[in-house]
């Protein structure tokens, strides 16, 4: 993580993993000796999946995850609310805990953010309309690449979510599978006005933090830094041209 530090951005997304939890006073010292300013977490994707079993215990599980992303300065808190292996083929399930995950974030300062993830019943854009409208508390976080895969990047902008965050990467047609380098495309690697898209999106007020979702990680573990720089030039392309 350390590598990212050079990279020209004012603050990082942070990804939390499940085995962080396991020793969360020593992860939250470890990374805030990193210097890097958080702001954003993303909560470990598997809560979803529990909550789509109606599992109470994720819950709490969410909360820990809250806890660590505070220690670090986030101000949001992204969920999957709904994750395979059941999707969103009863969200009901989910929607009965989301004031418990909202009240859980809320506890630490957060808000949370529901992100706009691919459906194995519903869309995305229904889903978390659901969802925010079932608990007020939350924001929506607009993924492209996957409202693109559902057809939805587009009427996202006309959908009146209350939008907190923006998740940017491109799209070619299908989620790219295998190497992670290639799994995130930047911006003009796919077929997405991501351009025309963000303007739009500025353009109706929105002047929160947008983070450019990217892997610099090859099919090794290894850190590429070849892609790390065309990582590097795509953040600088993006400030330049949506500098609020």
């Not at 019943?121 to 079932?134: D, F």
């Not at 290639?182 to 303007?199: A, H, Q, T, V």
Request: hydrophobic share 45%; net charge negative.
């Amino acid at each position: 993580m350390a590598e990212a530090r050079p990279l020209p951005v004012s603050a990082y997304e942070l990804s939390i993993y499940s085995n962080w939890l396991d020793e969360p006073d020593g992860v939250a010292e470890d990374l805030a000796g990193l210097d890097m300013a958080f702001e954003t977490a993303h909560a470990e994707k598997a809560i979803g999946a529990r909550l789509s079993e109606g599992d109470h215990s994720a819950v709490g599980r969410l909360e820990a995850n809250a806890r660590l992303a505070a220690r670090l300065g986030a101000r949001l808190l992204v969920l999957h609310l709904w994750e395979l292996p059941t999707g969103d083929r009863h969200l009901e399930r989910n929607l009965e805990l989301l004031p418990a995950c909202a009240d859980a974030a809320e506890a630490c300062g957060l808000t949370l953010a529901l992100e706009t993830i691919p459906c194995s019943a519903g869309t995305p854009l229904a889903n978390v309309a659901r969802a925010v409208e079932r608990e007020p508390r939350c924001v929506a976080v607009l993924d492209t690449e996957f409202l693109a895969l559902h057809g939805e990047l587009e009427v996202a902008l006309d959908a009146g979510l209350p939008v907190g965050h923006v998740h940017v990467k491109d799209f070619a047609g299908a989620i790219v599978r295998g190497d992670p380098r290639r799994r995130y495309m930047l911006p003009g690697e796919g077929d997405l006005d991501l351009d025309g898209f963000l303007s739009r999106l500025h353009g109706q007020g929105y002047d929160a933090a947008v983070t450019l979702e990217a892997s610099a990680v090859d099919s090794d573990g290894e850190l590429d830094r070849a892609r790390l720089a065309e990582i590097a030039e795509a953040l600088r392309r993006l400030d330049s041209t949506h500098a609020a």
